[in-house]
């Protein structure tokens, strides 16, 4: 008989123990979102050789972080011929746990959905006047709320990153708008080179326009359009990186289901094409290249002799206790640990004197994409369907007249709840600095609660518009008692390492030859958008630019 406390299985997968049943949850948290192909072609995980790193070795290369930034790294320099070794600090997220999933189902969290806590903390804390969080064995599971003292930032932990857990809302920014984002990087490369070459990579295509229409699972979306529509506003259709064929078969009951199960905030186990589906597995087919699960870096400083950096890394178990401690020497060492863990790791490593001529701007120009969500109660007439697809499709675009793009969200309990769902990407003007704090040992951020009141602000020239025509409120038993704004959080960290400011224009960290930022970090706080794609086409520029020159 199998006990109920995770164990360690070491680097290589998650534990194969039992898991908490618990109570049910909300999976409205699904807001954390970003060509088909039949079930039994479609993309499997395919991950990449895998080991512990070994202490003493020489590395022509270390990325530290196997998300977005840090997969196209990997990908095109083993293409290049250079052998990489990736260090993530997550698990790798390959062995089926005691139910036959790799992944939890986001209505019954458990010992794999959250980073290093013994209480879930879910994006949205209540429903019906429940609060909705619950006990869990502390282990690294998938899902990180990293609270700092005026927002809580979630973040993918595992072998791909945040692929792991957003909605695959796979959105370009429009042209028009990319040079206010990044006014450094020449908007006709981008969008005729690395925005298609990143879109290809990841796997993006849209929904059957068709299916869509009459599929019970976007019954939700369709309200959504319908006062959007009503009150002027532009109801837009985003791309997926979701296998809409799988989706179908779902429907069907032809397959195990998994976006209309409601799979996403903790992973999706079967149609969503993460890291490990698409770029880590090209990368896995050239043989040069490693994963070391578990490991976190910890310091990067010159090498006393023969050139590079020396890298100190710890090894993790499943309780998150260090188990060893280890040295390597990097030729170059690409830092994409994302927005959060990239700045904070450079921040401490200039402050206490590891990388001392780190430039003044790193730590600075960190955003939170202007995230606010807030749900609204409809009439019975408009039902938005107790099936709904964990993968949204739409989004309401008020950026021009109002400064919000708003993404039409799922809310599926599995009941019928009259609500809808929003996540707004706002155009919030505030910045946050990230800073060592030699007392505490820790580095803190000083992003201040006050200001998302401007998210909301813009927000609510959509919703107060659509409740006005619609005769509808807010509903106000998502975030907490009697309120509205889910106002504490980002699924979208960006900044703090910025392109042009903390590095030059592609990547590379100045005063330290060799040593590169390659993911969200290089983004100045806000890209008008749900982030990742821009992420990745970046990468894809910088990376080649780095491979002609610098290799």
Known sequence: MRSNTPREEGTSGISRRGFLTGTSSLIGAVALAGHGSAAHARPTAVPTVTRALDSGARLPV?????????????????????????????????????????????????????????????????????????????????????????????????????????????????????????????????????????????GVTHVDPAWWESAPCYQYARVGRKHAQRSGFPFVFVPNVYDWDYMKQEEAGTVPKSALDGEVIYGNNHGKKHMQKTYLAQARATGRVTVSPLHQVTSVAPAATGGGYTVTVHQLDTTGAVTATKTVTADRVFFAAGSVGTSKLLVKLRDTGALPDLSDEVGKGWGENGNVMCGRANHMWDATGKLQSAMPTAGIDNWDAGGAFAEVAPLPTGIETYASFYLSITNNPHRAEFTWNAATGKVDLNWQTAWKQASIDMAKTIFDKINRREGTIYRTDLFGTNKI????????????????????????????????????ALIPGNVTVNPFVTITALAERNIERIIATDF
């Not at 998300?67 to 062995?95: I, N, P």
């Not at 932990?157 to 708008?177: D, I």
């Not at 390492?497 to 330290?512: E, I, P, Q």
């Open 62 to 202: 270390l990325i530290v972080g196997t998300g977005y930034g840090g997969s196209v790294t990997a990908l095109r320099l083993a293409q290049a011929g250079v052998d990489v070794h990736m260090a993530e600090m997550g698990m790798a997220w390959d062995t089926p746990g005691p139910d036959g999933r790799i992944f939890a189902n986001t209505t019954k969290p458990d010992y794999r959905s959250f980073w290093l806590r013994t209480r879930t903390k879910q994006p949205l804390s209540n429903f019906l006047g429940f609060p909705l969080d619950k006990d869990v064995p502390r282990y690294t599971g998938i899902l990180d709320a990293e609270e700092f003292s005026g927002i809580t930032v979630y973040q993918g932990r595992g072998v791909g990153g945040g692929s792991l857990v957003n909605g695959g809302m796979a959105v370009t920014p429009r042209r028009e708008r990319f040079g206010s984002v990044l006014p450094s990087v020449d908007v006709d490369e981008m969008y005729g080179v690395y925005y298609p070459r990143a879109n290809a990579g990841l």
């Open 485 to 520: 704004w889910g106002d504490h959080l980002t699924y979208h960290p960006l900044g703090g390492a910025v392109l042009g400011r903390a590095t030059d224009n592609h990547g590379r960290l100045h005063g330290y030859p060799g040593l590169y930022v390659m993911d969200g």
